[in-house]
Structures are given as C-alpha cells and as structure tokens.
C-alpha cells in the first residue's frame, strides 16, 4: 500500500510538472533516494505508465491514443480508466451513487459484459472506445431523454467534421454511416422525486476494432477512413462537444438540430418494446424526443422508448 502511494505520488508530480522532472527533485520532494525513484517509475512503466526517463529526468507522456487520466488535461480527476470492467455502465453506477462529479467518465480498455439495448450484448473486443458519462443534471425527468439525444448529436457531428465520414442518427440513440452501426448507447437514471438525480449515458464506438466480424450491419471508423484512429483524440472532441451542448441547453433548438442528421424520419419501422412491436411511418419527434409514427389507418402514435428497426435495413449490434 505504502509503495502504490508513493507511485501515485510521483505520477501526480509528473502531472503537476508537464515537463521534465530530474530524479533527485523527486527523491527531494518524496523524502526517498533517487535509486528508490528509479524502482518506483520501472513499475510505473511496467504497469503501462508513459513515463520516458531521459537524461535530465522523467517526463509523462501521453499519445494521441492514450485513454488515462493525465491525457485529459482539465479533466484528469474526471475520467477513471481500467484496463478491463465486467462494463463501464455498472461501475459508473456504483461511482454515481458514491457522489461522483457531474461530467465523470468511467472508461474500458475491454468490457466482458457490455450491454445494449433491451439487455443484448455489445461486443468490446480492444480497439473500441467503451465509456459511461455520470451527469447531473438539473433536469425534471420527463425531459431527461433529450441528454442522450444530445450526446448521440455531439458524437455525430465530431464524426462529421473532424474524420469525414457521413455519420446519421437513427432513433433514438445509434449512430449510423451508410446505414451500418457505429456508435450505440445506453442510459441509465435515478431520481428524486420528479426531478434527476443522476444520468449515466453508456456509450460504444466502434474505432479500431472489427466489429463486421460479428455483426454484419456494423462498421469501424477505421475501416471507413483507412487509418487507425487515436481513440484518447476521439474522446477529447467528443467530450468538449458534448459539453458546449450542454451549455448550450437541452430545448427545441437541440431537437432541431438532431432531426436535421435523422436517418430514421421518413422511412417505415419497427419499434421493439419488452411489451410489444409497433410498426408505422416514422414522421416527426416531439419535443421530449418520442417518435411519432403514422400507422395504417391513419392515426398517430407517439413512441417514448424502444428499439427501432429501419424496414432497409438488417438488425445492427444493439
């Protein structure tokens, strides 16, 4: 326990610092010797730690794929790494329910039990980008959907503008390109009384992984540019977008502005509910989100939740 400490010591010195920081200011600081230094960043390295040793001393150094905390400057007391997790969305819960800050990320290396919608499996093979967000919204319930609808907006626009590819929304929550899955999400609430206590949102991308490999209807960013994608660079747009979307308010405007990437308005679906199926023309979203379909004989629904299955298209990974 001592020796963790004193590891976690030196990272927080080597995070304070940006630069290079000699091993005797180290062992000055840290009341130890700098052979005792020198053992402590081995394991630090050993352990996956970018620690470079050069002449001078030691310097953290993150790559642009990098997905530990010190590679969110601004954020590291936010996100939570961990090589493996049975899932990200179980974990968030229990940090959630610990009092964890509002915009905190629990990421996965690899998930053994990620989960999609209606309680399918989501494949985290490595080289996805697998992560839940704890919000805390002042937020009444009833409008709490419109936060996964401004997450799934957020990620399709980084997609759009910083990697080319013609990333669409479809209803309510996947993340398209030519009609093959991308992204999926998943969330989660409690409440207190009519209002929010805390939202997690669950979210899968498919980077570098090979996602076709287990399902048809599913693509990787990778394989729609031609190049390995920095996931660690990925995340960061992604979160900064996603925050000036919550700054920007969670109204009408959001809802706009989502409709405008929908793949879904306009074509005819199936909607999937543990109760029931509901097929129809999907023509609208009111203002909380929910789907209005046109059914056969003339009457509207409106639909809050479920899983949503486009009639030209194949079943993705959910």
């Known amino acids: 326990m001592v020796n963790k400490k004193m590891r976690q010591q030196i990272l927080q010195a080597l995070i304070d610092s940006g630069d290079v920081v000699s091993g005797e200011t180290l062992s000055r600081q840290l009341g130890i010797s ?46 939570h790494y961990f090589q493996s997790l049975p899932s990200t969305m179980g974990k968030a819960r229990e940090l959630a329910r610990q009092g964890a800050a509002h915009l905190s990320v629990v990421i996965a290396g690899t998930q053994a039990m990620g989960r999609g919608r209606l309680d399918r499996s989501w494949h985290s093979d490595p080289g996805g980008l697998y992560f839940t967000l704890v919000l805390r919204p002042e937020l009444p319930v009833v409008h709490s959907s419109r936060l996964m609808f401004a997450a799934s907006l957020s990620l399709a626009l980084v997609l759009r503008q910083a990697y080319g590819v013609d990333a669409r929304l479809k209803w309510p929550n996947d993340v398209l390109v030519d009609g093959r899955k991308i ?78 990437l929908c ?33 056969d004989d003339g009457g509207l629904v409106h639909v809050a939740h479920g899983d949503c299955f486009h009639a030209d298209c194949a079943s993705a990974q959910s």
Not at 218 to 243: C, E, M, T, Y
Request: contains cysteine; glycine residues 10%.
């Open 183 to 260: 992204c999926g999400m998943l969330s989660e609430m409690e409440a207190e009384g009519e209002w929010v206590r805390f939202v997690n949102l669950g979210i899968g991308v498919n980077v570098n992984n090979d996602p076709a490999a287990m399902v048809s209807q599913a693509v990787s960013l990778k394989a729609l540019v031609g190049r390995p994608i920095a996931r660690g660079d990925l995340l960061r747009q992604f979160l900064d977008r996603f925050a000036d979307q919550l700054d920007d308010g969670l109204g009408q405007r959001l809802i706009n502005d989502w409709k405008g």
């Open 34 to 79: 700098r052979v005792a230094v020198w053992k402590h960043i081995k394991k630090l390295q050993a352990a996956g730690v970018s620690v470079v040793s050069t002449p001078a001393g030691y310097r953290l150094e993150s790559g642009p794929d990098d997905l530990q905390p010190w590679a969110f400057p601004g954020r590291q007391d936010l996100i």
């Open 263 to 295: 793949a879904t308005l306009g074509k005819t679906v199936r909607i999937v509910t543990p109760r029931k199926v509901i097929q129809g023309k999907a023509l609208d979203l009111d203002g909380n989100g929910a789907l209005i379909l046109a059914q």
